[in-house]
């Protein structure tokens, strides 16, 4: 079935820093892919979102390309704040019934 | 604001016994999910109903599990005979879809349930 795969946290970076978290996918069809965010205590917040191979998705100085060839959709900051720490979940979706398949999710801490 | 409310936030019970948990999605959007998410794991598909009907169930969704949406609005999430194991965040989202198209999802704050 289909499956998201991302990068295993915390992922630790100081502010400043350039931030790539991973997240690869299995899928039939064409899916749309997520990214959403949780900050501490806080619920999913939706970051941005691609419905098409090559679609770059951005928000908050967040990016990331729906990448086919290589069944990617890595997120992208160039300069992480310290209010960027939060955990970050990759999504897709299944074209079938709507539902969402999401990643582990990771977890980001920007220290100052 | 009109987001996506859940109500309770929290909910402690005791192995055995029976809980609701209730959703009230943003007004306009005709479709509701729900998923459940366990400490350090994403969030996984439960049920999803398009206005009343209700379309889908995950085979996570036991006979013990049941939810309703009547009347295409809120919607009810009942857990019988609550187990340890279903203690977990319980999310609830919508969204306004149209046939053939994926939506963003938009979540509540989830009910976070412990089964002692």
């Known amino acids: 079935g289909d499956s998201v795969t991302q990068m295993e946290g915390p992922v630790t970076l100081s502010e400043e820093a350039f931030l790539t978290i991973n997240c690869t996918y299995t899928?039939?069809?064409?899916?749309?892919l997520f990214w959403y965010v949780q900050y501490p205590g806080e619920g999913l917040q939706l970051l941005l979102k691609a419905t098409k191979a090559d679609d770059k998705g951005s928000n908050k100085g967040f990016e990331a390309t729906y990448r086919k060839e290589t069944t990617s959709f890595h997120l992208e900051k160039g300069s992480v704040q310290v209010s960027d720490s939060a955990v970050y979940f990759c999504a897709l979706s299944d074209t079938r019934n709507y539902q969402l398949i999401w990643g582990a999710g990771t977890k980001l801490i920007i220290k100052p | 604001d009109t987001g996506v409310s859940q109500n309770p936030r929290h909910k402690i019970t005791k192995r055995g016994q029976n809980v609701t948990f209730r959703c009230d999605p943003i007004?306009?959007?005709?479709?509701l999910y729900w998923y459940r998410q366990t400490l350090g794991q994403g969030p996984e598909f439960l049920t999803y109903?398009?206005?009343?009907?209700?379309?889908?169930k995950s085979r996570l969704l036991s006979d013990r599990f049941s939810a309703e949406r009547p009347k295409g609005s809120f919607s009810t999430l009942e857990i019988q005979r609550t187990e340890q194991g279903d203690s977990a965040m319980y999310l609830c989202?919508?969204?306004?879809?149209?046939?053939?198209?994926?939506?963003?999802?938009?979540f509540g704050p989830g009910t976070r349930l412990l089964v002692l």
């Open positions: 007004s306009e959007h005709n479709r």
């Open positions: 899928a039939t069809g064409y899916p749309s």
């Open positions: 989202a919508s969204s306004f879809g149209l046939a053939g198209l994926m939506e963003t999802q938009y």
């Open positions: 109903f398009q206005n009343e009907a209700q379309l889908e």
